[in-house]
Antibody, heavy 128, light 110 residues
């Protein structure tokens, strides 16, 4: 059974760096093509993909937030960490981590496209 | 503004069928057969319902089906049940290892 759970601060001040941890079980980041991603959801708004890290330490970032995000993993502890710098009130929302995998398409190479197991999420509020 | 366009709401009576659309561009929905759909009940994590346009993960009822034509994908829920009332989000591969989501559709079972 695959489970994921997010942890971290629920309140951060503007300009601070947010650091969130995803602790997972039921799969390993030693398994080929497996990945863990982060997706956020502002209150009452749409989902937005942020970042993803693969078993081999390859990383992908949302083009719109690339310069603010860093994703890392600790394979032995089954944890993935997301850091987001220069937090703003518009970054308020629920942050989810999720299991993913990448596949191969001869036209585009390796790609990921969906998240099949999600954590409940953690609500992060950015306010002074 | 979301990358993919969904109607804000949809509704149907129990037993009926409802289709939810998801419109993108040739750079995402129209360019790849990698559209996914998620169901989200209030306060819960999203649940994958459809991937690769029309494939269902194990455990998802066959009342849920997906399709695509050009730049528009659709999720159809047949034989509506009360527990289908939820928010539904589409997503699509958008090239260069980027995934975009729709704005979400609130499905109401009348």
């Amino acid at each position: 059974q695959i489970t994921l759970k997010e942890s971290g601060p629920t309140l951060v001040k503007p300009t601070q760096t947010l650091t969130l941890t995803c602790t997972f079980s039921g799969f390993s980041l030693r398994t080929s093509e497996v990945g863990v991603g982060w997706i956020r959801q502002p209150p009452g708004k749409a989902l937005e993909w942020l970042a993803l890290i693969y078993w081999n330490d390859d990383k992908e970032y949302s083009p719109s937030l690339n310069n603010r995000l860093t994703i890392t993993k600790d394979t032995s502890k089954n944890k993935v960490v997301l850091a987001m710098t220069n937090m703003d009130p518009e970054d308020t929302g629920t942050y989810h981590c999720a299991h993913s995998a990448r596949f191969y398409d001869f036209r585009i190479g390796y790609y990921f496209s969906f998240f099949d197991y999600w954590g409940q999420g953690i609500l992060v509020t950015v306010s002074s | 503004q979301s990358a993919l366009t969904q109607p804000p709401s949809a509704s149907g009576s129990p037993g009926q069928s409802v289709a939810i659309s998801c419109t993108g561009t040739s750079s995402d929905v129209g360019g790849y057969n990698y559209v996914s759909w998620y169901q989200q009940h209030p306060g819960k994590a999203p649940k994958l319902m459809i991937y690769d346009v029309s494939k269902r993960p194990s455990g998802v009822p066959d009342r849920f089906s997906g399709s695509k034509s050009g730049n528009t994908a659709s999720l159809t829920v047949s034989g509506l049940q009360a527990e289908d009332e939820a928010d539904y989000y589409c997503s699509s591969y958008a090239g260069s290892n980027n995934v975009v989501f729709g704005g979400g559709t609130k499905l109401t079972v009348l």
